[in-house]
């Protein structure tokens, strides 16, 4: 399947995960890392993620703020979650992913 068509599906999934977010109030970062489609995209153990769009996290293994600058302004065919998440949330989820990646 090309990588496009891929990006388009996880994207209509992550948003198809917004939309169910406002009946939820999202707070821990592992909430969030659920509710924002963190996991349609990405590999992550400790969130039983298995997303192939993007980088396996626990290979990576991203500081804090590296995974806060990725979720504020997206790019590489990542969302930006500026709008979407708080300054907390996004805070809550880049310490998660910062803590629980490669475990
Ligand atoms: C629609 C799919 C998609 C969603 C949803 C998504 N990502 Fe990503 N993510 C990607 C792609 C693709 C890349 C690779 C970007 C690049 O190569 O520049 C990436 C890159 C990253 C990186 C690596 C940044 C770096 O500098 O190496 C981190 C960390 C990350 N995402 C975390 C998250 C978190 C946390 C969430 C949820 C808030 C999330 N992603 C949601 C697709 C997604």
Redesign the pocket.
């Known amino acids: 399947m090309p990588f496009k068509i891929i990006?388009i599906a996880?994207?209509a999934a992550?948003l198809a995960g917004c939309g169910s977010k406002s009946t939820r109030s999202a707070s821990s970062g592992e909430d969030?890392?659920a509710s924002?489609?963190?996991a349609?995209?990405?590999t992550l153990k400790a969130a039983g993620a298995n997303?192939r769009?993007?980088?396996d996290?626990d290979q990576?293994k991203?500081t804090a703020a590296?995974?806060t600058?990725?979720?504020e302004n997206?790019?590489?065919?990542?969302?930006a979650?500026k709008g979407t998440?708080t300054a907390a949330q996004?805070k809550a989820?880049?310490n998660y992913?910062a803590a629980n990646a490669g475990k």
């Open positions: 990006v996880a994207l992550a969030v890392f924002a489609g963190c349609n995209c990405h997303g769009v993007g980088p996290l990576l991203p590296v995974v600058r990725q979720v997206g790019g590489g065919g990542m969302p979650f998440l996004i989820v880049a992913v």
